[in-house]
């Protein structure tokens, strides 16, 4: 079996690993990306958050991405039965970018992936790795497209290998979420939605099913005509419906009464997929000669399209701890890694529990909002799940839990 030398190697092409590949490349450092699948594929996590424009432009590659034509995105809407709220992003409590795009995934990270090679990362699509050996001389043995077996000596391994979780899995790193088991169902349609039907193309749809406050919906628009549509539920809820993914997600999108007006002359042209049992979480998120980054780590739920921004806070932070480490500094991947990291998520965390109580719902439909609370909660729909001069980043649960007390 023949052995090749790479300073640097991430295993998967999507949103982490071509942004840490294009900072890591930035700073002069030689990356491998494995990627076990072919570009473009399908993926979800389509409505972005405008932080990620920052870790997109920080790579090199805000060019790409706005040359690439995607659908505009200022903010997010929320309706339940005759209650609706928005919030535009570009008014929030912390500075940053405001706006940012809707997706079609498979297109948008191809776009990442092809400005990761284009600034001199080596990608190698269908190479995947079989086993994996940590410590202070890493080695990763993949499987080529051809059947052929090598091995990579590396300095550094960081798994970007998303819902696959590679490291999580051969390292036995996993961990059961805390969360219940939820599912999803969701597809591409033709929305033929009228202009001035009601819809602000400009914004996600987040609607809540009208007897179930933790049944949702996701109506996400993009260039073209075309949306993505999925529905969110606990997996036992989802299971009392009959027929296949399509006829499920059908008859879900019908309970809700402003979704059947507003997708009444909609084209269902792709077959509905489903996930389920996607909230995860592991042991750790680094160890000796690896760490691990966006979903392969943790995963919490797709509520307020937080996964790709969690992706990228970690490409960010991972890239700086490997560029110390390489330049021969001590890096205390815990410290300046994972705690880093955590704090974020567990913001988002205390916004996602809110969510499924029903405690949030109550706090964003109230009628007459503090301006510069909902500015602050704006902040973090966004993404900013990192600033720590927002008071509900520093401390979510209790402030969440007076300001519901307030609303009720």
């Known amino acids: 079996m023949r052995t090749e030398q790479a300073e640097i190697v991430i295993t998967g092409a999507g949103p982490s690993g071509a942004i840490a590949a294009g900072l890591l490349r930035k700073q002069g450092h030689q990356v491998l990306v494995l990627e076990r699948e072919t570009f473009p594929r399908f993926s979800i996590g389509e409505s972005l958050l405008p932080q990620t424009m920052t870790y997109i432009e920080e790579a090199g590659m805000l060019q790409d991405v706005v040359e690439a034509g995607f659908q505009f995105k200022n903010g997010a809407s929320f309706s339940r039965g005759d209650r609706y709220t928005e919030f535009d992003f570009r008014d929030k409590f912390t500075a940053g970018w405001g706006t940012t795009y809707q997706v079609e995934r498979a297109k948008f990270d191809k776009v990442l992936a092809d400005a990761a090679q284009r600034m001199g990362a080596e990608v190698r699509y269908r190479h995947e790795v079989v086993a994996v050996e940590t410590g202070t001389a890493p080695k990763l043995t993949v499987r080529s497209d051809q059947g052929e077996q090598y091995q990579v000596e590396t300095k550094l391994i960081l798994d970007a290998s998303g819902f696959a979780r590679l490291l999580p899995r051969l390292l036995e790193l996993e961990r059961p ?207 900013y799940a990192w600033d720590q001069k927002n008071p509900y980043v520093a401390e979510p649960k209790r402030r969440l839990h007076v300001l519901e007390q307030v609303c009720a």
């Open 177 to 383: 979420s805390q969360f219940p088991v939820r599912q999803a169902f969701f597809t591409h349609i033709e929305d033929r939605i009228p202009v001035g039907g009601g819809f602000d193309r400009n914004k996600i749809r987040v609607a809540v099913h009208p007897e179930h406050k933790d049944v949702w919906y996701w109506l996400i628009p993009f260039s073209g005509g075309r949306c993505s549509l999925g529905v969110v539920a606990e997996a036992k809820f989802l299971d009392t419906f009959s027929g296949d993914e399509t006829t499920k997600l059908k008859t879900l999108v019908n309970e809700d009464p402003n979704l059947r007006v507003l997708l009444a002359n909609a084209v269902w042209d792709t077959p509905a997929r489903t996930l389920r049992g996607y909230s995860s979480n592991v042991k750790q998120l680094c160890g000796p000669g690896y760490a691990l980054l966006g979903n392969a780590g943790e995963f919490l739920d797709p509520v307020f399209s937080s996964g790709v921004t969690i992706a990228m806070t970690s490409s960010s932070l991972a890239a700086k701890c490997a560029h110390r480490q390489l330049g021969g500094e001590t890096v205390d991947w815990e410290a300046d890694y994972a705690a880093p990291l955590r704090k974020g998520v567990d913001s988002f965390r205390a916004f996602v529990e809110a969510w499924y109580e029903g405690s949030f719902q109550k706090i964003i439909f109230h009628p007459a909002p503090q301006p510069d609370i909902r500015r602050m909660i704006c902040s973090i729909l966004a993404g």
